[in-house]
């Protein structure tokens, strides 16, 4: 079955620096992808929707300078946590649309920062 | 290592037939667990949760679940489904990390 590769699978960074994360999709070409967020104790929250060769489309709340996606190919996106605070810390998730129907789900990363 | 399955990748039923989806997994403790749907063109939409406590759960949309530790289920039930149920399940664990199951693609028949 498809898959979806999502790294690195566990972060740890200091306040200030940047995080990257990639998503990628193995086996084929993705069309769209989601990039989630979750907090403890609760469900995942879609930060934006990232579509091959365009600017990603981010939900409302979201801050498009702190959280950078990129999506430059149809197998890989990636998602750019900027100068990061402690209130970035969270698990991050990313999805994959195969055609028009199938979602997959990357295996997420769990970002802390110091 | 953790796992979701979900036995069946697609499911039809008729408007107001009653529905179960069945969702198992494997971890060695109780994990979180849950239940998303995803209509078409949409993002994620979460039905309901598990962390504790009751393990019948009530969530959104008229949609309920049961936990079963004895069989490592997680079922999702609605007693009377409406066309506009008609999209795609995913039952997700979260134990070291977060588990999606493959999803079911639900079909309403008029």
């Known amino acids: 079955g498809a898959v979806v590769s999502q790294h690195p699978s566990w972060v740890i960074c200091k306040s200030g620096t940047s995080v990257k994360i990639e998503c990628r999709s193995l086996d084929f070409q993705a069309t769209t992808m989601f990039w989630y967020r979750q907090f403890p104790k609760q469900s995942l929250m879609l930060m934006a929707t990232?579509?091959?060769?365009?600017?990603?489309?981010?939900e409302q709340g979201v801050e498009k300078d702190k959280f950078l996606i990129n999506h430059a190919s149809l197998t890989l996106s990636t998602l750019t946590v900027t100068s990061a605070h402690p209130e970035d810390s969270s698990f991050y998730i990313c999805?994959?649309?195969?055609?028009?129907?199938?979602?997959?789900f990357g295996s997420g990363t769990q970002l802390s920062v110091l | 290592a953790q796992s979701v399955t979900q036995p069946d990748i697609h499911i039809t039923v008729s408007e107001g037939a009653s529905l179960e989806l069945r969702c198992n997994y494997s971890?060695?403790?109780?994990?979180?667990l849950f239940w998303y749907v995803q209509s078409p063109g949409q993002g994620l939409q979460l039905l309901l949760k598990y962390f504790s406590g009751d393990t019948l759960v009530q969530g959104i949309k008229g949609f309920e679940a049961e936990f079963k530790r004895s069989q490592s289920s997680f079922n999702l039930r609605k007693p009377s489904v409406h066309w506009s149920d008609a999209a795609e399940y995913f039952c997700?664990?979260?134990?070291?990390?977060?588990?999606f199951g493959p999803g079911t693609r639900l079909s309403v028949l008029p």
């Open positions: 997700a664990v979260y134990g070291q990390n977060f588990v």
């Open positions: 971890y060695g403790a109780t994990p979180y």
């Open positions: 999805s994959a649309r195969w055609g028009n129907e199938k979602l997959f």
């Open positions: 990232s579509n091959e060769g365009s600017k990603a489309t981010y």
